[in-house]
């Protein structure tokens, strides 16, 4: 906390992070209990990884659209814009009366948080701020949105709660300016821009595919092992509040390393889910996911913006490699689920992770 003191109100690096922590609080309030909703309006174990599917796919197509139009139009259009749509789309969750509405509402919202996600990361890097800050301001966020929905436990209430707080992030935006960058022309395709960062799309697809399959169950798998909706919200805030504390002191580490630390804590974290038969054994386990989460994310980050001169598009094809994972990796995961439990589901995400590490070898070779 002293950190966040030291912070001037009236700085840049200070209204990025409340934008962020705004945005990030929608996120997470709208979806901590959207799979305990879905069940509660009639959906399978199948249907509630359908529409985590659908939220990953709508947001796979958008940041990779408006991540390279941002490098050729510039970025704060793409900011307002995107966090206006979402803060309108989030209203849709309240609506849906049943399981395919509320996939429809989630694909909807998806798409809305996709038009400004690697807008805002380039503009950030591009402003001269840090990107682990940035981040960890972001996963706190996270965790003020875990502890409303602890504190609430209202599923109207939350999404209610999560539009309001991507409206303020738009009027704050409003406060920023657009900074003066070259603007790139980049290709439809642009495959040189994926082939150059394969081994970090790869990992990426492959760990967060793992991930995003048990994410879309795991307030199922909780309330399994005897997790209330506090506990659940509880051990949600324990990873996010770990994040942040662990990307504010990562951001100067070497970001190959980083990614690679981030995919073997990632091995075992999943493992060790399939081992759990009681709530309070994941705890310790969540700080480590904290760790690892932290490592791959501002990793990857700090790599692609040094790397790459074309940054909106090279962030915007990670968020969408992250999306198209969050497109895949439910459908497993309710699958799996369904047929072979939870259990099982866990070792297999924990073999994908294992299959991301493999895939980033040689990433450390040459400097970004």
């Not at 510039?74 to 969750?93: D, K, N, P, S």
């Not at 290709?187 to 970090?200: C, G, L, S, Y």
């Not at 509040?241 to 995919?263: D, K, S, V």
């Not at 072979?340 to 590490?357: I, K, Q, R």
Request: proline share 3%; net charge positive.
């Amino acid at each position: 906390m002293q950190y966040l003191r030291r912070i001037p109100y009236s700085s840049l690096e200070f209204r990025l992070a409340l934008v962020s922590f705004l945005l990030n609080i929608s996120v997470e309030a709208s979806s901590i209990f959207l799979p305990l909703r879905a069940k509660d309006i009639g959906a399978s174990n199948l249907d509630v990884g359908l529409i985590a599917a659908t939220y990953g796919m709508a947001y796979f197509v958008s940041s990779f659209i408006f991540g390279r139009l941002s490098d050729m139009h510039g970025r704060m259009a793409f900011i307002r814009w995107g966090l206006a749509l979402t803060a309108v789309a989030y209203v849709f969750q309240i609506l849906a009366p049943g399981p395919m509405t509320l996939l429809a509402a989630r694909g909807a919202v998806g798409f809305c948080l996709g038009v400004s996600a690697a807008a805002f990361m380039a503009y950030v890097y591009e402003a001269g701020e840090r990107v682990g800050s940035f981040a960890s301001y972001g996963s706190l966020g996270f965790l003020a949105g875990a502890v409303i929905a602890a504190a609430t436990r209202d599923y109207e209430a939350l999404v209610i709660a999560s539009a309001v707080t991507s409206a303020l992030a738009f009027v704050l935006a409003f406060t920023l300016k657009e900074e003066l960058v070259n603007r790139i022309r980049v290709a439809v395709f642009p495959v040189d821009i994926m082939w150059t960062n394969r081994r970090i799309y790869l990992a990426f697809l492959l760990r967060h595919m793992g991930a995003t399959a048990v994410w879309s169950i795991f307030p199922l798998y909780l309330s399994g092992i005897g997790a209330s909706k506090l506990m659940i919200a509880v051990i949600d805030g324990i990873n996010v509040g770990g994040q942040f504390i662990t990307m504010q002191l990562i951001q100067h580490f070497n970001p190959a390393r980083l990614i690679t630390y981030g995919l073997i804590a990632s091995v075992i974290v999943f493992a060790v889910y399939g081992l759990a038969t009681n709530y309070l054994q994941l705890i310790p386990v969540q700080i480590l996911l904290a760790i690892a989460w932290s490592c791959l994310f501002v990793g990857a980050l700090n790599f692609l913006l040094k790397k790459n001169l074309e940054r909106g598009t090279a962030v915007g094809l990670l968020y969408s490699t992250s999306s198209l994972s969050g497109g895949i990796g439910p459908l497993l995961g309710g699958g799996i689920s369904q047929v072979w439990g939870f259990p099982t589901l866990m070792y297999v995400s924990s073999a994908f992770c294992f299959a991301g590490l493999l895939a980033s070898r040689g990433l450390g070779k040459g400097r970004p």
